[in-house]
């Protein structure tokens, strides 16, 4: 059973970092594209960064520079470092598997929220 | 970016009758004899669920009753007949272009 579990989230201040990680297991981990996406309190969806494989990053321009995903194959774990945050990164932030162009899998999310 | 928009915003439909929700891309999102636009669905409390992927292809374990169509900008998901497990929020999101983007969800609940 595929399973992913994100953690790391919290109360953050605007300007601040925060790091997340996504402990995936079920799978062969270290042979998918993972991604974080997060659902804003409007319930608005927003990709916010892959990675392929063989650890190629991609991002859109909302949080290019500010955000960096990595992985651990070894350990199974994806990351999201977030740093200059900003209140409109407030979301549930959520690790999810894909599989070609989609989302497979996801987790249950963890809460960021950027509030001074 | 492309745009999503979805409609309609929510829909009330009786137990056993066929629900219809659309998604229309500003641009096409074809390649290569492919669309790709993908549906998921979301209950409260929980994160979003796989239903199609590439505008028609049911995911693994999902009910028949869930069908998609569509092609370049428009697309529906169909649920035929709806069932009262089935109240959810439902999301359209695209793949043909970064960054890959969702629509704003239709919400089914139960008349």
């Known amino acids: 059973e595929v399973k992913l579990v994100e953690s790391g989230g919290g109360l953050v201040k605007p300007g601040g970092s925060l790091k997340l990680s996504c402990a995936a297991s079920?799978?062969?981990?270290?042979?998918?594209?993972m991604s974080w996406v997060r659902q804003t309190p409007e319930k608005r969806l927003e990709w916010v960064a892959s990675?392929?494989?063989?650890?190629?990053?991609y991002y859109p321009d909302s949080v290019k520079g500010r955000f960096t995903i990595s992985r651990d194959n070894a350990r199974n774990i994806l990351y999201l470092q977030m740093s200059s945050l900003r209140s409109e990164d407030t979301a549930m932030y959520y690790c999810?598997?894909?599989?070609?162009?989609?989302?497979?899998?996801w987790g249950q999310g963890t809460l960021v929220t950027v509030s001074a | 970016d492309i745009v999503l928009t979805q409609s309609p915003a929510s829909l009330a439909v009786s137990l056993g009758q066929r629900a219809t929700i659309s998604c229309r891309a500003s641009?096409?999102?074809?390649?290569?004899?492919?669309?790709?636009m993908h549906w998921y669905q979301q209950k409260p409390g929980q994160p979003p669920k796989l239903l199609i992927y590439?505008?028609?292809n049911l995911e693994s374990g999902i009910p028949a009753r869930f069908s998609g169509s569509g092609s370049r900008t428009d697309f529906t998901l169909t649920i035929n007949p709806v069932e009262a497990d089935d109240v959810a929020t439902y999301y359209c999101?695209?793949?043909?272009?970064?960054?890959?983007?969702f629509g704003g969800g239709t919400k089914l609940e139960i008349k």
């Open positions: 590439r505008a028609s």
């Open positions: 990675i392929s494989s063989g650890g190629s990053t």
């Open positions: 079920g799978f062969t981990f270290s042979s998918y594209a």
């Open positions: 999810a598997s894909l599989t070609a162009a989609w989302f497979a899998y």
């Open positions: 641009e096409s999102v074809d390649s290569y004899g492919n669309s790709f």
């Open positions: 999101q695209q793949s043909n272009e970064d960054p890959y983007t």
